[in-house]
Nanobody, 126 residues
């Protein structure tokens, strides 16, 4: 599986926005769901959001609903995570990964994904 590469992280004030990107090369990108997770220091990795292979279904953790939006463009082999109304508790390293299937009939969690990227740091100052 081709590695996914995250970008777009940075330092932002509380209430601000960031847009993360998850990019890959290869023809298989559009065949799988893609998901985002995050991990803060001293905490377990947690699921954030995911999108089905063709973008017709999206999934969100309760703590980001209404603030984060996931989207994808298979022609560009890219998935984006638009993060608005950021809070200090959103500070973490954010990772993207391939799903194990094209779509899910439930809200997936971290074990439903594989081949996590190297991550991008998001720091929200209060």
């Amino acid at each position: 599986q081709v590695q996914l590469v995250e970008s777009g992280g940075g330092l932002v004030q509380a209430g601000g926005s960031l847009r993360l990107s998850c990019a890959a090369s290869g023809r298989t990108f559009g065949s799988y769901a893609i998901g985002w997770s995050r991990q803060a220091p001293g905490k377990e990795r947690e699921f954030v959001a995911a999108i089905s292979w063709n973008g017709d279904r999206t999934y969100y953790a309760d703590f980001v609903k209404g603030r984060f939006t996931i989207s994808r463009d298979n022609a560009e082999n890219t998935v984006w995570l638009q993060m608005n109304s950021l809070k200090s508790e959103d500070t973490a390293v954010y990772y993207c990964a391939y799903g194990r299937t094209r779509t899910y009939s439930y809200t997936p969690s971290v074990p439903d994904f594989r081949s996590w990227g190297q991550g991008t740091q998001v720091t929200v100052s209060s």
